[in-house]
């Protein structure tokens, strides 16, 4: 079996190592990491690929074991949250927040309108098939920001998958404060929006 060295490398550093493998038709795989962020998407890469994974506890982090599936992806049903399908494949659309505030001008203000802008998504009747948090946008999603994370959470419950980017969650030291939503990485973050028929920036 190939083992990968993805200590001291942080997502999505160790899922595209992976991935890169499992692609390539590997069938038996493991990965050694060091962050619990690495361990999280690589678990949901495993689910993705329809493959039993094992996470063991070794000195310095964590084993992560792909194995006994055929390796190709298991089926994903599309969302009933904005499952409109553009000409092009796209499939629903995809909101970006990648700040805690809209617009330039009055910082106050414009984190005001943020918090207005996911509640109207939240109650619009068209949610998005998927709510992308990255930079200081991930400060949203944490405690004190019980009107965000209400509207969040309502939108969660008319399907949106909630991705928040766990690099971004570490450098602001909120990593254990999140309050709704998924710890999540670059690439499934970009992937989201690829797969999306359009991309809405807040």
Known sequence: ???????????????????????????????????????????????????????????????????????????????????????TGGCGYSVFVGKDFVGDGDLELGHNLMKMALYTLSEAGDPPTSLLFMNAGVKLVAPGEEQVVEAVKKLEEQGTEVLVCGTCLNFFGIADELSVGEVSNMYDILERMRESSKTITL
């Open 1 to 87: 079996m190939q083992i990968l060295d993805g200590f001291g490398k942080q997502c999505p550093m160790p899922l595209v190592m992976a991935k890169k493998e499992l692609d390539a038709g590997a069938t038996e795989l493991a990965i050694q990491v060091d962050n619990e962020t690495a361990v999280k998407n690589l678990t949901r890469l495993g689910k993705k690929k329809n493959m039993a994974t094992s996470v063991d506890k070794i000195e310095g982090g964590w084993l992560i074991t792909f194995g006994a599936g055929d390796g190709s992806e298991a089926p994903v049903a599309i969302p009933e949250a904005g499952s409109a399908c553009s000409t």
